[in-house]
T-cell receptor
Framework: QVQLQESGPRLVKPSETLSLTCTVS????????WNWIRQPPGKGLEWIGY???????NYNPSLKSRVTISAGTSKNQFSLKMTSVTAADTAVYYC???????????????WGQGTTITVSS | DIQMTQSPSSLSASVGDRVTITCRAS??????LHWYQHKPGKAPKLLIY???SLESGVPSRFSGSGSGTDFTLTISSLQPEDFATYYC????????FGQGTKLEIK
């Protein structure tokens, strides 16, 4: 069973860069496309972007200019960087795997527990 | 971008009720539609994938239907643990979520 864990600084200053890492354990990294999703306080889920098993990336157009998702230094990690953050980027950030099983049509069947990121000086 | 619109945004119901949540896509997405349950402090949980397939371990009172642009999630007999927020999500063109439906106890 694949397990995901987000990690990184929980407090980021305005205008600085948010950096998070997702560590994938106990499963096949190559069976998923890897995503970042966030939920601001009192709001719904927002897809941020993803990286495929081949390293191709796609981003939410509303965030594309500030976001980079990359494979981590370790084979079982991937990372999120978001530049020029503001208070509006305060949210719970999740990593999740979109299944590449053809029956699943890329549904996200594995999720990290989420990490709360606060943007404040 | 594909916009996903859920209705209603909130819903009050009682244990044992049958509940239906709808989701409409701004363009056709075939069967690339999934439903998630989200409880406070927890990760979202996949309930239904590919519009109508029940995820392993999910109770059979949950069902999904639809294709193209219009989809529904039905809970046949609400249980206390079902009170949560439900999201639809399309994966036809990248990803996008509906705004959520908060299911509350009446």
């Amino acid at each position: 069973q694949v397990q995901l864990q987000e990690s990184g600084p929980r407090l980021v200053k305005p205008s600085e860069t948010l950096s998070l890492t997702c560590t994938v354990s106990d499963g096949s990294v190559s069976s998923y496309g890897w995503n970042w999703i966030r939920q601001p306080p009192g709001k719904g889920l927002e897809w941020i972007g993803y990286i495929s098993t081949t390293g191709a990336t796609n981003y939410n157009p509303s965030l594309k200019s500030r976001v980079t998702i990359s494979a981590g230094t370790s084979k079982n990690q991937f990372s999120l960087k978001m530049t020029s953050v503001t208070a509006a980027d305060t949210a719970v950030y999740y990593c999740a795997g979109g299944s590449e099983d053809p029956n699943y049509l890329y549904a996200m069947d594995v999720w990290g527990q989420g990490t709360t990121i606060t943007v404040s000086s | 971008d594909i916009q996903m619109t859920q209705s209603p945004s909130s819903l009050s119901a009682s244990v044992g009720d049958r509940v239906t949540i709808t989701c409409r896509a701004s363009q056709t997405i075939g069967g690339y539609l999934h439903w998630y349950q989200h409880k406070p402090g927890k990760a979202p949980k996949l309930l239904i994938y590919s519009a109508s397939s029940l995820e392993s371990g999910v109770p059979s009172r949950f069902s999904g239907s639809g294709s193209g642009t219009d989809f529904t999630l039905t809970i046949s007999s609400l249980q206390p643990e079902d009170f949560a927020t439900y999201y639809c999500q399309q994966s036809y063109s990248f990803y996008s979520f509906g705004q959520g439906t908060k299911l509350e106890i009446k």
